[in-house]
């Protein structure tokens, strides 16, 4: 987990580049939700809000933000537009179109469920531009008996596969939107309902009822029962690696979701 800067704490170099985007800044709303981000924050300027997220290029993750600003002109509107990029004093700073959503709610009775459901049916119809990805055979093939067997990931689509429901932006019945892009991936459009699943086990569905709501996206419908059950077992191994990696109370419950879509599958 990175230390998580503010707004304030940038040197003036960086305040300097963003300013002359956006006019005075008033106030910056720090955020620590992230996962990743060394710098989250909503601006309020002269010229209006702007989410501005940042990376120091020296950082592990920083080829985040490339993937990022590859991605969002082809995964609108459900991604939040690019207004600018700025490099200065060694950070990598993205301004976003500021989303007033809060993250969804993946809980077995949230009205919130739909409005995912519609977002990952949009999103199962975008193919994955011509920029570099993640690819779903590289990802998760690795993680089963055969990995000649992962050829059954492979597709055109455009997959977010990071589903954590931060990731989600819900605001009232408007479409939902999906930030933070970094994972990326070219596959089969089924993926991403199938990545939900786990999200939802851990959101406290029983598992037959989390792969009911995966169905309603139109894609799942495209998936081979063998890819669903080879995806499971691999989606597990995933999860089992990083829980032992990174073992925290969330990623060992993922762990422990994706096992229990295996038992699932393995019922037929
Ligand atoms: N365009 C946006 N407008 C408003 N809030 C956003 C926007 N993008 C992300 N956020 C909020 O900031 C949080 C962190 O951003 P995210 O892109 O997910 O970075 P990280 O890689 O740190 O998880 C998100 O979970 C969401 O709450
Ligand atoms: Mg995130």
């Given at each position: 987990m990175p230390v998580q800067q503010t707004w304030n704490s940038l040197p003036a170099d960086v305040h300097a580049a963003v300013l002359a985007q956006t006019g005075a800044v008033h106030r910056a709303d720090d955020i620590?939700?992230?996962?990743?981000?060394q710098l989250a924050t909503t601006l309020h300027t002269e010229s209006g809000r702007v989410f501005v997220k940042g990376l120091r290029h020296d950082y592990t993750f920083a080829w985040n933000q490339q993937r990022e600003a590859d991605i969002a002109p082809h995964a609108a509107p459900l991604a939040p537009a690019v207004r600018w990029r700025i490099d200065a004093d060694g950070w990598d700073l993205l301004g976003f179109e500021h989303l007033t959503g809060r993250g969804a709610d993946y809980a077995p009775?949230?009205?919130d469920l739909p409005l995912v459901v519609d977002a990952l049916a949009t999103l199962g119809d975008l193919r994955c531009p011509d920029v570099r990805t993640e690819d779903a055979v590289d990802r998760w093939a690795r993680h089963l008996d055969d990995p000649a067997d992962g050829t059954a990931f492979a597709g055109p689509a455009l997959l977010?596969?990071?589903?954590?429901?931060?990731n989600v932006l819900i605001d009232g019945a408007a479409p939902a939107r999906l930030v933070d892009w970094a994972y990326a991936t070219r596959g089969a459009a089924w993926i991403d309902p199938a990545c939900w699943i786990v999200w939802l086990i851990h959101s406290g569905h029983p598992a037959h009822q989390a792969e009911q709501w995966a169905a309603k996206v139109p894609s799942w419908s495209t998936a081979p029962k063998h890819s669903l059950d080879l995806f499971a077992t691999a989606l597990s191994g995933y999860w089992h690696t990083l829980a032992t990696e990174y073992p925290n109370p969330i990623t060992q419950s993922l762990r422990d979701g994706a096992a229990a879509w295996v038992r699932l599958r393995a019922e037929g």
């Open positions: 620590a939700a992230g996962y990743v981000s009775d949230s009205a977010h596969t990071d589903l954590n429901p931060a």
